[in-house]
């Protein structure tokens, strides 16, 4: 069996639907609501968990309701997180998501400032037991230990890099698979066309770059020429966690020894599936689903 870390945060999502999303200050009424666990590094431990992988989270959580509430949620998707630490005294991290009709959605986000940055601790933990190293880049610290550990045991390690206040350059130089959102490669690079973007972004790392688009699809380098899987086409319920959904796929594809190519293609259907549904977990397909859909596109 595949087995797969996913090293970053958990976080609690609290989601309201409304029609449109707001363009200035007022009272709005929410067509439906729910509260379900998200994160990047998180979400994407349950899709890989959904695609038939052994997987284990790591990260942090207060010892509050929420805290239980996340790690019991993951551990009722198949993820195990007998490595995540349990902070004494300290809130968990939460999310406001407002999602309009066409999936479309804002994300307010409060990482909490009593989960400590530091992560010497993960030296404890063997990643050699692990195919593949998956790391979010909102818990810095934790993503670069993980993958120096990794690489020492010559673990494959997978970076989501999207948005952050922080500069990723480390964390994309220690990547064998660096999987950019669209605003996370070009906060790091200062360029927006995808392929000279890549190309930047080449030049800090040995490993293989990608950048997704939404609704434009998937590029990514193939020994410095520009390929592109354009994006299935679904009716959109709603695109929360959609790319944490493919980081965790992709993460997985790559571990079972799937081609680039191969991994692109099977990630893009595998979140594109995923925004058929409400949440950022409930529509993930296991992987009987996910060639079934590709099987229309052959």
């Known amino acids: 069996m595949t087995r797969i870390a996913c090293v970053g945060i958990t976080v609690l999502d609290r989601i309201w639907y409304l029609d449109d999303l707001p363009k200035e200050g007022g009272k709005f009424v929410a067509r439906n609501y729910t509260e379900v666990g998200g994160g990047p590094a998180a979400t994407a431990a349950v899709a890989a968990a959904k695609l038939g992988a052994e997987v284990d989270f790591i990260g942090r959580v207060g010892d509050d309701d929420t805290g239980r509430r996340l790690l019991t949620e993951l551990e009722s998707w198949g993820v195990n997180t007998r490595y995540t630490r349990v902070v004494e005294n300290a809130r968990s ?16 986000s409060y990482p909490s400032p009593d989960l400590p940055e530091t992560a010497d601790w993960l030296d404890e933990i063997d990643f050699s037991q692990w195919d593949a190293v998956l790391a979010d880049v909102r818990w810095h610290d934790g993503a670069k230990r993980a993958f120096t550990l990794a690489r020492q045991q010559g673990v494959l390690t997978v970076l989501d890099a999207d948005t952050t206040p922080q500069n990723i350059a480390d964390l994309v130089e220690l990547s064998d698979h660096a999987a950019f959102s669209a605003p996370g490669l070009e906060r790091l690079v200062a360029l927006k066309e995808p392929g000279e973007a890549l190309k930047k972004a080449q030049t800090i790392t040995n490993g293989h ?22 994006a299935f086409a679904v009716k959109v319920v709603d695109t929360t966690g959609a790319g944490d959904v493919f980081h965790g796929a992709l993460a997985v594809s790559l571990a079972r020894q799937e081609s680039v190519e191969e991994a692109v293609r099977f990630a893009s259907a595998v979140a594109a599936l995923k925004c058929t549904r409400p949440g950022g977990r409930a529509g993930i397909p296991d992987c009987d689903q996910t060639r079934s859909f590709l099987s229309i596109f052959v």
């Open 93 to 108: 991290s939460q999310s406001a998501v407002l999602v309009d009709v066409h999936g479309e959605r804002i994300i307010a």
């Open 209 to 230: 770059v990608y950048v997704t688009h939404g609704d434009q699809g998937c590029y990514w380098l193939d020994k410095g020429v520009l390929s592109h899987q354009p």
